[in-house]
């Protein structure tokens, strides 16, 4: 029974972070969970982590231009759950 719960929790969650992420996306705020994920979320690219900074750098992608600067907001927040390292997405030079 407890698995079955947190699995629902889980994917609700997910689902409303998603709607979210939509809702700063012009365009794209009626688009369903599995559209957004294949064109945003469902990317390759490179993670480097140094002492202050996660840097991500995502593969080219079509739709790379609208979530990069979308993420842009958030470039010098300091995130708790990474030691308070800032958050970098950006384009991977690499395609």
Known sequence: MI???FDLTMSILAHNI???FAMDLPGYSHNSAGTLYK???S???NVQISNDQI???M???RNLPLLLSVMEKFKNTK???FENRTLEIKGDSSS
């Open 18 to 20: 998603l709607r979210l």
């Open 79 to 81: 995130i708790s759950i």
């Open 3 to 5: 698995k079955v719960d």
């Open 39 to 41: 064109k945003f979320l």
């Open 59 to 61: 593969k080219k992608k």
């Open 55 to 57: 840097t991500v750098g």
């Open 43 to 45: 990317m390759t690219g």
